[in-house]
């Protein structure tokens, strides 16, 4: 019987950089994806999505040329074909979890690693591969196989495990100190509008660094200050400007995010304070916060809260806060007397 278990993902600071090849900060939470499979004699693989009520087959015989878009069993099992893997085995798959869907957690990815990791387990001659590898394995599969706007932090994440600050232009993953105070969820309830926020998101800030990086050949984002929005804001067009503020302040926060999480104690305060400063350039410059999900977060903050933010690309799903242990129900209720669907205390696993 082979036995897997793989966690969510949150994004604390970087949201809506990684595609910009800008770094993220990012971390896994005790909410996971489930897969258990016991072989078969049939060569199919049999999969039953216990909390949707699904099943799907796959033959072990399938060519993979004809890839339905979304559907990550056969993208995985595709790209590690061209690696040169084979599947030889049928299998009996149940695959479970409590990870929301479509709520900004990463179900999706969490699945694809889940799934690729028991792919690797059941080769005839035992695999040794890293956990970056497989991140990256399972972004093939999850993005690039079907052309999406996504960036690598969710794989690499949920790959490797703990709180990384990783560069998405090389995926270098540095583990950073993962006390964050007490983490509080809440899922709004609001369907996820992601392929839309991102496309947005990416063309938008791309063609605002490239007008930058035209007109002054020397500059690189890897480089940028906070003082680089205004003394190039002039030459990017009206329409593109809150993207360039938000590729430039969002990228500074990240950074200071960092230099705070690479110590051996952590100021919750001020990781709250910047917390905060990013969702207000997620709302108002970006503006993937529904008005809904930011009158939770403000009701959440008026509780105690010490920051509160969306997480994922936004337009609807989950929010993530950092409290102190002592308001922690008084953050909860407030999240539920907001309208959020629900709100509970999530705790960082480990690497």
């Given amino acids: 019987m082979v036995s897997i278990k793989v966690p969510a993902r949150i994004c604390f600071f970087g949201?809506?950089?990684?595609?910009?090849?800008?770094?993220?900060?990012?971390?896994?939470?005790?909410?996971?994806?489930?897969?258990?499979?016991?072989?078969?004699?049939?060569?199919?693989?049999?999969?039953?999505?216990?909390?949707?009520?699904?099943?799907?087959?796959?033959?072990?015989?399938?060519?993979?040329?004809?890839?339905?878009p979304n559907d990550y069993f056969r993208s995985t099992m595709a790209v590690l074909r061209q690696k040169g893997f084979q599947f030889d085995m049928g299998h009996d798959i149940e695959i479970s979890g409590n990870i929301p869907v479509n709520a900004?957690?990463?179900?999706?990815?969490?699945?694809?690693?889940?799934?690729?990791?028991?792919?690797?387990s059941v080769q005839k001659e035992p695999v040794r591969v890293s956990d970056m590898?497989?991140?990256?394995?399972?972004?093939?599969?999850?993005?690039?196989?079907?052309?999406?706007?996504?960036?690598?932090?969710?794989?690499?994440?949920?790959?490797?495990?703990?709180?990384?600050?990783?560069?998405?232009?090389?995926g270098q993953s540095t583990p950073l100190n993962n006390n964050l105070g007490t983490l509080i969820v809440a899922e709004s309830g609001i369907s996820k509008e992601t392929l839309e926020v991102l496309n947005n998101g990416r063309v938008y800030g791309q063609r605002a660094i490239a007008?930058?990086?035209?007109?002054?050949?020397?500059?690189?984002?890897?480089?940028?200050?906070?003082a680089d929005y205004e003394r190039?804001?002039?030459?990017?067009?009206?329409?593109?400007?809150?993207?360039?503020?938000?590729?430039v302040h969002n990228y500074v926060i990240t950074l200071k995010?960092?230099?705070?999480?690479?110590?051996?104690?952590?100021?919750?305060?001020?990781?709250?304070?910047l917390m905060n400063a990013h969702q207000d350039i997620l709302q108002n410059k970006i503006k993937n916060t529904p008005p809904e999900m930011a009158r939770m977060m403000d009701a959440a903050?008026?509780?105690?809260?010490?920051?509160?933010?969306?997480?994922?690309?936004?337009?609807?799903?989950?929010?993530?806060?950092?409290?102190?242990?002592?308001?922690?129900?008084?953050?909860?209720?407030a999240f539920m007397a907001a309208g959020a669907l629900t709100a509970y205390e999530t705790k960082p696993t480990k690497g």
Avoid at 41 to 57: E, S, W
Avoid at 234 to 247: C, L, N
Avoid at 257 to 273: P, Q
């Fill in 15 to 68: 949201d809506h950089q990684d595609y910009l090849g800008l770094p993220v900060i990012a971390g896994t939470i005790d909410r996971f994806i489930r897969l258990e499979a016991n072989p078969k004699q049939r060569k199919v693989f049999d999969i039953q999505l216990l909390d949707v009520g699904k099943r799907l087959i796959i033959s072990l015989e399938d060519d993979l040329s004809k890839i339905k």
């Fill in 104 to 120: 900004g957690l990463s179900s999706s990815s969490a699945l694809v690693v889940a799934w690729l990791r028991f792919l690797l």
């Fill in 133 to 170: 590898q497989i991140g990256r394995w399972a972004y093939e599969a999850e993005v690039l196989y079907f052309n999406q706007p996504g960036g690598l932090m969710d794989q690499y994440t949920i790959a490797q495990g703990g709180l990384l600050f990783i560069d998405t232009q090389t």
């Fill in 211 to 226: 007008t930058v990086q035209g007109a002054f050949p020397g500059f690189m984002m890897k480089n940028a200050v906070a």
């Fill in 232 to 247: 190039y804001v002039g030459i990017v067009t009206e329409e593109y400007r809150p993207y360039w503020y938000a590729a």
């Fill in 257 to 273: 995010a960092k230099e705070e999480l690479k110590k051996d104690t952590v100021d919750i305060g001020l990781l709250g304070e």
């Fill in 301 to 333: 903050r008026k509780a105690g809260a010490l920051g509160a933010k969306t997480i994922g690309s936004g337009g609807g799903g989950c929010m993530v806060a950092i409290a102190e242990k002592k308001v922690k129900q008084k953050v909860i209720d």
